[in-house]
Structures are given as structure tokens and as C-alpha cells.
């Protein structure tokens, strides 16, 4: 520190800490916007941050190139509104990790100027990464986390477009209802089964109210810690209570583990009610037929084809694209984008005020996304999407198949599960 | 309830047995060369992917391409050591730290770039299924696993009894001037028990390949806890990395079990905390 006086370096450091707020908006239309996509893409989750990826690729390709679509900014090249102007993505890399989804947040930010932040999937993350555009004001819009409590926050710059694990849970015990009501199968115990993060733990919580309210026995109430190496305590504890259907919230690692271990130590509920690992592309390909007949909340599948041509289309511009079906978190991802670009193009500027008051005004029909949902609005308090809705899918012959809403069913659903002794 | 105990008890057994040999290589390291090496859980991870890769290219099953994981990591572990901890052997302590963790963060991510996140598994292992003995589902591959181990771990046990080069090996770790003094070649010592930590370690990862997920992060828990297994059992001690290894897998299954799943491995740690305060070399150390 020789020959930096005190004075100087208190200067210095408290200029750095303000350069946020003495660059300027650009007002001016500029050639290409920035967006800022966070994602796991190294780490525990970097298949599915990967998975991401390509879902906001294929957005980014549709918005800034010409299709013929029913999507917002298709059948334009860019933003019209922009004088043209192209999304250019400015990937940050979270390694799965909250202090490093703020630190990314804030990089691209400060360094990169973007526009707005989309991302990044592991609900803890999204919440430390929201927090610091919060307080750069920047909007971020997510469509890939799921923690209900990440839109109760009052944040003014976070806008959720995809369905939260509040509304998935709810799904499940609507399912068991219908099931109860229009197949006659009765339901009694349940097992809620959850990772103890921001994600999981959410979830048990949403579970055991509505077991509460609806009137369900918890037979076992079980939080394990993630990425473990071994599960035959946990799955012990649900042999012994025994419940007639299993809630389970868990991230792919565990979900591979626990099912060998279900298969394993011969646990047999009537039926698996899941969440969110179960769905990612590399859990069949590693559980192969033992992921049969287990049921998982989505937002997508392929089969919704038949009722919206537009799933068709997309799903076949991204398996020539990438090589790949088009996963459940690929098509959640993949709205990001253009809820961000459509607003900035109402909003004909890049300056977040701006932006944040289109995301407001923000009304895409049910026919402009690929989602089985009326549309989307953003809730003027939560700022969660109004007609985000889930969907049940059953892994039948190893394919995802849409079983509930049984209106919108593509098969029946497979009731009770399989014993596993039973099954070839 | 019983059942379910004698259950859990087995389960303990087998996981346990895994960690054994898994922190028994990490142990013939740290006690031959004070080096404590970050990289063992990424060692792990490539003992995996090459069961994984016999299996898929060449119709190897697990079993039979543990002498190929065994070799390739013994290679590994012999040139890590040449060509990297050699050189900062002459070093600080921490430069010694710094580099093996360089190594591991290396290691993963090479695997990363080279066969992608994705997870795989050996689906049709050659022993698979599992055998119902009264109350008690026992898996094959698991118990395979576990007596594997247990074999492997008697045998390394019974080179450094019996053999001279095992005994030059327990000379460098008792005192390495005094070994030298006797004309025993330390640094053909060093680079040996690298290689052999390594090869066991290798090993571990075959026999887990018959069971468990494979892909590039899964070193970091089981690497985590042999550390803990290795402080446990003191460091060095390869009777005592046994011993703690199914300790903890009776802790981490029957804490897990009794009392909370999602504490089991705070338990773990806990264990290894209160053992440290009451005897800080270890329990055999």
C-alpha cells in the first residue's frame, strides 16, 4: 500500500461500490440487447443446467431469427419494436450454488450491462441471484424455479411465469381426489418424502398443509439431506409406516438413488407421486424400465401435440437442433426469454422501469405458448403468472405420458403401482 | 421393527465396507508421504467411469475389469505423484493442499468436457437382484460389493505384514530417515504407495459402479467422508480406516434410521468431531 494514502483508497473503493448507479441507461435502440441466463452448467446439476441451456437457445433462435409460429416475436427477426435489435444471451455459470447465483447476478450486471435476468433453476439459487438484481434494479423473469416462496418476497423486479410447487402440490391431492371420485381407487396414508433445501423442504411443507386439508393420515413425514450416497435409513423409515402413496421432492441424484433403492429393499406404495428429478432427461436413460409407472408433475410433455400443434413444431425444430427430445426443463426455460423480449419490445426501450411496467401489462394468449395454460398475466402483487398450471405425467414404457388432468389425458393412468417383485 | 433393524445393520455393513476401502487408499497415502490427497474422491470417480467404459465398449462387467481400473489408477496415482507432488513435496505444507485440490477441481471437469454431466449407469451388471433371506432384502451387487472390499482391504493389510516391500512401506511411514538410513529407496516407496492408494481407491470404484450412479461430481461426498474415516481411524492407520469406515456406516445408517434422515451425516460428522476431542490422533492413531 505504499503510495496509496488513505484518502485515495476510500475514494477509489467507494467509487467502485457506486459504478452500478453512475452508468446510465442507454437509451438509444441499440444493435443487440443482452439477457442474463444463469444456470448450474458445471457442478452436481450441470446435466440439467445443459438442459437449460439448449431450451433458452432454442428461444433465443426463434426470437432473433424468422419462423413460422404462433410464438410472441416469431415471425419477426429480433425485437420489431428495437429497430431489429437481436437477444444476445450472456451465459453465467451458478455451479448450483446461492453465493455464487448472487455473485453472477451481480457480474452481469455491472460488467455485461444486461437488460434482464433469466434463470436458474435451483430455487435457492434464484432467490440469492433475484435478491441482488433486486437491488440493481433489474428485472428478472424466471420460469424454471419452483419454490413458492421466491414470488411471496414483495421484490418489485421478479416476474414468475411457470407454475410454483404450491400449485404443483395442490395438483397431486386434486389428482388423488379425481382418482378417489372417477376410478374408485381410495387413498388414505401418505408418505411425504423431501431434500432439505430451498426447494424440497418448500414442498414438504405445501404437502403437509394439504394433507392436512384435505384430509389425508401422514404416515411418515421424512427431510433427508441431498446428494447422499446412500438412502436405505430413509427408505427403511417408509417401509415400516408403510404409506398407501409417496410424495416425493428430490433433484436427480437422489432420484436415480432412491428409486434403485425402492426397487431394492421391495417398497411398494399404491402409488409415487414425484417431483422435478424424476422428470430431468437423465433420469430414464439411468433407471431405465425401473422408472415405470411412477408419477411426476410437469408443465410439458410431447404428447401435448395432439391437442396444440405448436408443442409439434417447436419439439421438432429442437430434436433438429440439438439432436435430443425436448425435456420438461428445456420447454420450462425456454419461456423466459420471450415473456423478457416481448416486454422490452412493448416497452420499446432497454430501461428496466420501462421493462418492469411491460412485464405488468404483460397478456400472451394460451395459443402463443407451449404449455397446456390459458395464457399468461402477471398477479399485480406477486407478480406469479395467474394461468400457470401444472400437469400430471406417468412414466409408461418409458415415456412420459400425460395422465391428469384425466380431461387432457393422452393414456390412463396405471393404478396401484406394480409390486416390483411382480415385474419382469 | 426388528426386521427392520437387522435391515439397516446389514445396509450399515455394506456402505461401510465400501467407505473402508475407499479411505484405506486415501490412508496408505497420508501415511507414507503426509499428503493429504483432495484428489481421491475424483481418483474414485475415474475408477467408475472406466468400469463404466469396459462395461459399454468392451462388454467388461465390473468384476472383471477391476484389475483394469486397478492398474490404470495405479498408473495415475504413480504419475500424479512423479510429475506433480514430487515437485511440491520440497514445498510448504500447503502448497502440497493447494495442489492436490488443483488436481481434483482438474480431474472433474475433465471428466465434464470428455463424456459430458450426464449420468450413467451399468444397467445389466452380470450379479444383479436380490436375495430375500427371511426379513432381510439383500442386494447382490451390494454384497458383492461389500465382500470385495472386505477381501481387498485383508490383502493390503497382509502386504504391509508380510511382504518386504510392505514392510519398507510401514518403515518410510514409521520414520522416513531412519528408513532411508537403511537403504530403503524412499522415493521408489513414495511413489509406490501413491500408485497402490490410488489402485485401491480404483477398485472401490469398480465394485461401486455395479450399483451406484456414475457421473463426473460423484467423488465429492465419498471423498469428504474418507477424510473423516482417515481422522477417525488416525491417520495412517490402515486397521483403524477399517474400523471407522463401518463405524460410519452404522452411524450415518442407524442415526439415519432412529433419528433423522436429514441429520445422518451431521451425525457423522459429529461422531468424528467428539472422537477427535477425546482422542485427537484417532481411535487407532
Known amino acids: ?424 | 421393527m426388528a426386521d427392520q433393524l437387522l435391515q439397516q445393520i446389514v445396509n450399515s455393513l455394506l456402505i461401510g465396507s465400501v467407505y473402508a476401502l475407499v479411505a484405506i487408499g486415501l490412508t496408505l497415502i497420508w501415511g507414507v508421504m503426509n499428503v493429504l490427497n483432495f484428489a481421491h474422491g475424483d481418483f474414485l470417480m475415474l475408477g467408475m467411469f472406466i468400469a463404466f467404459w469396459c462395461y459399454t465398449l468392451f462388454k467388461m462387467d465390473p468384476l472383471l475389469s477391476i484389475p483394469v481400473c486397478a492398474a490404470l489408477l495405479f498408473l495415475l496415482g504413480v504419475g500424479v505423484y512423479r510429475f506433480i507432488i514430487s515437485k511440491v513435496m520440497k514445498g510448504p505444507g500447503l502448497a502440497q493442499l493447494v495442489v492436490t485440490f488443483g488436481v481434483s477441481i482438474f480431474l472433474a471437469n475433465l471428466a465434464v468436457m470428455l463424456w459430458t454431466p450426464d449420468f450413467r449407469l451399468i444397467e445389466k451388471p452380470l450379479l444383479a437382484g436380490t436375495w430375500s433371506l427371511g426379513s432381510v432384502q439383500l442386494s447382490i451387487p451390494k454384497f458383492v460389493a461389500s465382500v470385495g472390499s472386505v477381501v481387498v482391504s485383508a490383502a493390503v493389510f497382509l502386504f504391509l505384514k508380510k511382504t518386504r516391500t510392505g514392510k519398507a512401506i510401514l518403515a518410510v511411514e514409521m520414520n522416513r530417515d531412519a528408513a532411508l538410513l537403511m537403504g530403503i529407496n524412499t522415493e521408489r516407496i513414495n511413489s509406490l504407495s501413491f500408485g497402490i492408494g490410488s489402485a485401491l481407491v480404483g477398485i472401490a470404484g469398480a465394485f461401486l459402479s455395479m450399483y451406484y450412479y456414475i457421473y463426473p461430481q460423484v467423488g465429492g461426498l465419498f471423498g469428504l467422508i474418507s477424510f473423516c474415516i482417515v481422522a477417525l481411524g488416525g491417520f495412517g492407520s490402515i486397521e483403524g480406516a477399517f474400523i471407522a469406515g463401518i463405524l460410519i456406516g452404522l452411524v450415518q445408517t442407524l442415526g439415519g434410521y432412529f433419528f433423522d434422515p436429514a441429520y445422518k451425516y451431521a451425525l457423522v460428522f459429529l461422531v468424528y468431531l467428539i472422537t477427535v476431542w477425546i482422542r485427537p490422533q484417532g481411535l487407532m492413531g
Open chain 1, 1 to 424: 500500500m505504499g503510495n496509496v494514502t488513505r484518502r485515495s483508497f476510500l475514494i477509489g473503493g467507494s467509487a467502485l461500490a457506486l459504478s452500478p448507479w453512475l452508468v446510465s441507461p442507454v437509451l438509444a435502440a441499440p444493435k443487440t440487447i443482452k439477457i442474463g441466463a444463469l444456470y448450474p452448467l458445471t457442478g452436481n446439476l450441470a446435466s440439467t443446467g445443459l438442459d437449460c441451456r439448449r431450451g433458452v437457445e432454442m428461444a433465443v433462435a426463434i426470437i432473433n431469427g424468422k419462423y413460422d409460429l404462433s410464438l410472441p416475436l416469431a415471425k419477426t427477426e429480433g425485437l420489431p419494436n428495437l429497430g431489429g435489435a437481436t437477444l444476445e444471451v450472456v451465459w453465467a455459470d451458478t455451479r448450483g450454488e446461492p453465493k455464487n447465483g448472487q455473485a453472477e447476478a451481480e457480474r452481469v450486471v455491472t460488467q455485461d450491462k444486461v437488460a434482464g435476468v433469466i434463470g436458474a433453476y435451483q430455487s435457492s439459487v434464484t432467490k440469492t441471484a433475484s435478491q441482488a438484481t433486486e437491488r440493481l434494479s433489474i428485472p428478472y423473469v424466471c420460469s424454471d424455479s419452483s419454490s413458492p416462496t421466491l414470488t411471496e418476497r414483495g421484490l418489485k423486479y421478479f416476474f414468475r411465469v411457470s407454475p410454483h410447487d404450491g400449485i404443483f402440490a395442490h395438483d397431486q391431492f386434486s389428482f388423488l381426489k379425481d382418482l378417489a371420485a372417477q376410478k374408485k381407487h381410495k387413498v388414505q396414508t401418505l408418505g411425504v418424502l423431501y431434500e432439505n433445501t430451498e426447494f424440497g423442504s418448500n414442498v414438504g411443507k405445501e404437502d403437509l398443509k394439504y394433507a392436512q386439508e384435505y384430509g389425508y393420515q401422514v404416515a411418515a413425514d421424512i427431510s433427508y439431506t441431498n446428494n447422499a450416497t446412500d438412502v436405505t435409513s430413509e427408505v427403511g423409515r417408509l417401509i415400516k409406516a408403510n404409506p398407501d402413496v409417496l410424495l416425493h421432492a428430490s433433484y436427480i441424484t437422489d432420484a436415480i438413488l432412491f428409486t434403485k433403492t425402492f426397487k431394492e429393499m421391495g417398497f411398494n406404495p399404491k402409488g409415487m407421486l414425484t417431483m422435478a428429478g424424476y422428470i430431468e432427461p437423465g433420469y430414464l436413460p439411468a433407471v431405465k424400465a425401473d422408472g415405470n409407472f411412477i408419477i411426476v408433475r410437469s408443465t410439458f410433455a410431447l404428447d401435448l401435440a395432439k391437442k396444440k400443434p405448436l408443442v409439434g413444431q417447436v419439439a421438432d425444430l429442437f430434436k433438429k437442433k440439438f439432436g435430443i427430445e425436448m425435456s420438461e426443463n428445456a420447454a420450462r426455460s425456454f419461456m423466459a426469454p420471450f415473456v423478457l423480449a416481448e416486454a422490452i419490445n412493448r416497452a420499446k426501450s432497454t430501461e428496466a422501469e420501462a421493462i418492469v411496467k411491460a412485464l405488468h401489462d404483460t397478456n400472451i394468449p394460451g395459443d402463443q405458448v407451449i404449455y397446456p395454460w390459458k395464457g399468461i398475466q402477471f398477479d399485480p402483487k406477486t407478480q406469479q403468472n395467474i394461468h400457470a398450471t401444472g400437469t400430471l405425467v406417468q412414466i409408461q414404457d418409458q415415456q412420459y405420458v400425460t395422465v391428469w388432468p384425466f380431461e387432457s389425458a393422452a393414456k390412463d393412468v396405471i393404478w396401484p403401482f406394480p409390486a416390483w417383485k411382480s415385474r419382469k
